[in-house]
């Protein structure tokens, strides 16, 4: 698995100006929120836990924005004081990496691609770089990538008009030490004179796959990703059994023991309705699962032991009335920065290795609190919030679809 990325992100995005002035091009508002938010949280559900954030044009923004909206992440900033190119940007950022083989990506491209089976390619190939390429048709603003048999790189064409063909997509797995151990200047441009000049030489590869492609680097194509990012609010009837639904656990589905746990089955309390609504929910969602915090385990509150028990007395109500629940996800640690605990989206990525037929874009998140909120937006669901513990809470917030007082209230609504 790729465990670490590069975030190309100090472009000037001139070709955007006039659409977006005063702002880098991953900067770009997209459905209120900047265009990095959305490359960021690919990477997570990728399995990216590691970020390194390669910063130019007014780099302040950028690094004020990451403070405040990803507190949790782990990220490290390299700085351009000068424009290096992005060889020289690569070759600083990768200097400060920790992993061996990491992915590369822009900051103004969003390509999602799975980078599961790229790295497994990469890997089996002992490739130095290998090049994520998209199909394309009748295109004249991207150069094509040609292929030996083998994967091997074969050619670059210059852009120009073509009916078919496979762009490079913007996202590079690259071997840190191979490309470190090359004698480049400070300054270079890694498609001119590492890609097209290395090819023939270096075990440099292609790997295509043919998924949602946007590159924002001019005004048309930015006006297309703030309408095909754009969130809504899920119509309720629309679900059905190609959904799946994400629920939290205490507060939504039992009653929550305020400023403590649950610490053993005796404790565990339904919510109104009980264990009734699973069949109801059963019934309309492909899977159930739930995932929650549980720090009190990682504090040495409670065993292990007992919150299995806990969870095997609430299945068992569950499925004696008739519902089911699918799996429970469970984050002990005491670190907000563990990338499984929520607003972190680990467990969503757990879940879809689990069950891959999971579509995040057919998925609802339904908890009680800020953090679940922010872990379905990260994780592409939409959000349904319970006011169960925070009946007050302010309306409307740019992380709830829908609110609703209870679960009982969600179910009907139903």
């Excluded at 297309?224 to 205490?250: G, I, V």
């Amino acid at each position: 698995m790729i465990r670490e990325a590069i975030i190309l992100a100090g472009g000037l995005g001139t070709r955007l100006r006039e659409a977006v002035p005063d702002l880098p091009k991953c900067m770009a508002p997209v459905d209120g929120r900047p265009f990095l938010f959305y490359v960021i949280n690919y990477l997570r559900l990728q399995g990216v836990e590691k970020f390194i954030f390669s910063l130019g044009y007014r780099q302040e923004q950028i690094s004020t924005w990451l403070e405040e909206q990803f507190p949790f992440l782990s990220y490290q900033l390299v700085i351009e004081e000068e424009p290096l190119g992005t060889g020289g940007a690569i070759q600083k950022a990768l200097r400060v990496a920790s992993e061996k083989n990491l992915v590369v990506v822009n900051g103004d491209t969003l390509y999602k691609a799975e980078l599961d089976t790229a790295a497994v390619f990469h890997t089996n190939h002992m490739a130095e770089c290998t090049l994520l390429l998209k199909p394309m048709t009748d295109f004249d603003r991207y150069g094509v990538v040609e292929l030996e048999e083998t994967g091997l790189v074969k050619s670059f064409l210059e852009k120009r008009k073509f009916d078919t063909g496979t762009i490079n997509g913007g996202i590079y797995l690259l071997n840190r030490d191979k490309f470190l151990d090359e004698e480049f200047p400070e300054k270079f441009s890694f498609e001119k004179e590492y890609l097209e000049k290395f090819y023939t030489q270096r075990r440099i590869y292609g790997y295509i796959q043919d998924a949602y492609f946007i590159d924002i680097g001019i005004p048309e194509d930015y006006q297309r990703a703030c309408a095909e990012l754009a969130a809504r609010p899920p119509a309720l009837n629309e679900a059905d059994k190609s959904w799946t639904l994400f629920l939290d656990r205490d507060g939504v589905i039992n009653v929550d023991k305020d400023g403590s746990y649950i610490f053993s089955p005796d404790e565990f309390q339904f919510t109104e309705g009980g264990p009734a609504h699973f069949r109801k929910l059963s019934e309309i969602f492909g899977r159930i699962v739930i995932v929650t915090n549980q720090r009190g385990v990682g504090r040495g509150l409670m065993t292990e032991e007992a919150l299995h028990a806990i969870h095997d007395r609430m299945r068992l109500a569950i499925e004696a009335a008739g519902g089911r629940i699918d799996e429970i996800f469970y984050c002990t640690s005491v670190t907000n920065d563990h990338p499984d605990r929520k607003p972190n989206p680990g467990m969503a990525v757990i879940a879809k290795r689990h069950f891959p037929e999971i579509d995040f874009s057919r998925s609802m998140m339904v908890g009680n609190n800020l953090s679940d909120m922010l872990f379905g937006r990260n994780a592409g669901m939409y959000t349904v919030f319970i006011k169960s513990t925070r009946p007050n809470q302010p309306l409307p917030h740019p992380d709830i679809d829908l609110a609703f007082n209870s679960l009982d209230d969600f179910v009907k609504a139903l």
